[in-house]
């Protein structure tokens, strides 16, 4: 059964950052294309940042691009989401999700696995 753990989230304040890992096992993690997604309460759960199936690329929401950096390390299994400058509209539960397919980087649909999800809270 394929796992992805997230953790680092929590409570913090606007201008902050925070850095979410996600731990992932019984699956090639170098032939899977990683993602973050976030959910807010009564939304969408929608994408956030992800890599390429050949992990080359990366791809961002315009929401967070310059503030967001997804990364990875294939030989401990992990991927993470550094997050900086961090706005009460980022408040969220963070998900990690894995693709086996190289198209839909930003399709939730796309996705096989997922992770428990994370909170990230941003107080003003």
């Known amino acids: 059964q394929v796992q992805l753990v997230e953790s680092g989230g929590g409570l913090v304040q606007a201008g902050g950052s925070l850095r979410l890992s996600c731990a992932a096992s019984?699956?090639?993690?170098?032939?899977?294309?990683m993602g973050w997604f976030r959910q807010a309460p009564g939304k969408e759960r929608d994408f956030v940042a992800g890599y390429s199936w050949t992990g080359g690329s990366t791809y961002y929401a315009d929401s967070v691009k310059d503030r967001f950096t997804i990364s990875r390390d294939n030989a401990k299994n992990m991927v993470y989401l550094q997050m900086n400058n961090l706005k009460p509209d980022d408040t969220a539960v963070y998900y990690c999700a894995a693709r086996a397919g190289g198209s839909g980087i930003r399709d939730k649909d796309a996705y096989a696995y997922w992770g428990q999800g994370t909170q990230v809270t941003v107080s003003s």
């Open positions: 019984r699956l090639t993690f170098s032939r899977y294309g």
